[in-house]
């Protein structure tokens, strides 16, 4: 019990060490600067070629949407996620190694070419992200959470991280033994997991392409907006468009829906006017419901 204390208690100091020393020392593998460079690269082409020209540039929930993405990406973990999440690998770990089991490294990819890291990490990363995705809509308990996600008006940059935490805990939980099957390296992650920002913040921001032929393959604004229609298609009663970075999950299963352009379209969910527009309160609804 003494070690998993130790892991606890250092995870918060870790952490804080690791934060103050990013945001003091740019790098090209600093989360926080590369987060606040793509978001104001992303900013400024929303004030330069807006799709929605009637849209505010600061649309309604920006300032709720700019704290979301403070909060999830950092706070978060500093007030805990982080300490609670290395207990927790820490105990699968040591509970492998009570059965003999030293790693869940299945394939070695540090072998592997590293444009073929990247594109099996990035592949198999966005497939279960896209799996989970569905869930969340599909599942009472789990739209519960997401539904803190649909209640964005408004498009912009900052509405891909106007999520619940809880959502956080679900991606990686069950991301983490299909990834750690596969020997992963930091680097490799780091790169692959901005890129995957840059695409969500493309996908929210209000901005009108759709890559054109490329649109089968990468998920875009002029797709993502269907995601977050209001009203649903009768053959899409639990939603569509549910890809990240990739829109070819949705083309090969079926649940790809552009019908016409959406630039104009309501956002949101049934009775969404009901639902909480402030950041604690959005926190605690799921739990209520």
């Given at each position: 019990?003494?070690?998993?204390?130790?892991?606890?208690?250092?995870?918060?100091?870790?952490?804080?060490?690791?934060?103050?020393?990013?945001?003091?020392?740019?790098?090209?593998?600093?989360?926080?600067?590369?987060?606040?460079?793509?978001?104001?690269?992303?900013?400024?082409?929303?004030?330069?070629?807006?799709?929605?020209?009637?849209?505010?540039?600061?649309?309604?929930?920006?300032?709720?949407?700019?704290?979301?993405?403070?909060?999830?990406?950092?706070?978060?973990?500093?007030?805990?996620?982080?300490?609670?999440?290395?207990?927790?690998v820490e105990l699968?770990?040591?509970?492998?190694?009570?059965?003999?089991?030293?790693n869940l490294v299945?394939?070695?990819?540090?072998?592997?070419?590293?444009?073929?890291?990247?594109?099996?990490?990035?592949?198999?990363?966005?497939?279960?992200?896209?799996?989970?995705?569905?869930?969340?809509?599909?599942?009472?308990?789990?739209?519960?959470?997401?539904?803190?996600?649909?209640?964005?008006?408004?498009?912009?940059?900052?509405?891909?991280?106007?999520?619940?935490?809880?959502?956080?805990?679900?991606?990686?939980?069950?991301?983490?033994?299909?990834?750690?099957?596969?020997?992963?390296?930091?680097?490799?992650?780091?790169?692959?997991?901005?890129?995957?920002?840059?695409?969500?913040?493309?996908?929210?921001?209000?901005?009108?392409?759709?890559?054109?032929?490329?649109?089968?393959?990468?998920?875009?604004?002029?797709?993502?907006?269907?995601?977050?229609?209001?009203?649903?298609?009768?053959?899409?009663?639990?939603?569509?468009?549910?890809?990240?970075?990739?829109?070819?999950?949705?083309?090969?299963?079926?649940?790809?829906?552009?019908?016409?352009?959406?630039?104009?379209?309501?956002?949101?969910?049934?009775?969404?006017?009901?639902?909480?527009?402030?950041?604690?309160?959005?926190?605690?609804?799921?739990?209520?419901?």
């Open positions: 019990m003494e070690k998993y204390k130790d892991i606890f208690l250092n995870s918060f100091s870790g952490y804080f060490n690791y934060l103050i020393n990013e945001i003091q020392n740019p790098s090209l593998t600093n989360y926080f600067w590369w987060l606040i460079g793509l978001s104001l690269l992303v900013l400024s082409m929303e004030i330069i070629i807006p799709w929605r020209k009637n849209q505010k540039i600061i649309r309604k929930g920006f300032w709720l949407d700019l704290f979301y993405v403070f909060f999830n990406f950092f706070i978060f973990s500093l007030i805990g996620y982080n300490a609670v999440s290395n207990i927790v699968f770990n040591d509970a492998l190694g009570i059965i003999g089991i030293e299945a394939f070695q990819i540090q072998n592997f070419p590293i444009w073929s890291q990247f594109l099996i990490m990035f592949l198999l990363a966005d497939f279960i992200q896209w799996n989970i995705h569905i869930q969340l809509h599909k599942q009472p308990w789990l739209w519960k959470f997401h539904k803190v996600h649909h209640s964005v008006k408004e498009m912009g940059f900052a509405a891909q991280f106007r999520f619940h935490f809880m959502e956080t805990i679900i991606y990686k939980g069950v991301q983490y033994i299909p990834l750690a099957m596969i020997g992963f390296g930091i680097q490799e992650f780091f790169i692959v997991h901005m890129f995957g920002v840059f695409v969500g913040h493309l996908n929210h921001a209000n901005v009108g392409w759709d890559y054109g032929p490329l649109r089968y393959v990468f998920n875009n604004p002029k797709m993502h907006i269907w995601h977050h229609a209001k009203a649903l298609p009768e053959d899409h009663p639990y939603g569509m468009n549910f890809g990240l970075s990739l829109s070819v999950w949705d083309y090969i299963f079926g649940t790809a829906h552009v019908p016409k352009d959406g630039k104009n379209i309501e956002l949101g969910f049934e009775n969404d006017e009901e639902y909480p527009q402030d950041f604690w309160n959005q926190l605690k609804k799921p739990f209520k419901e």
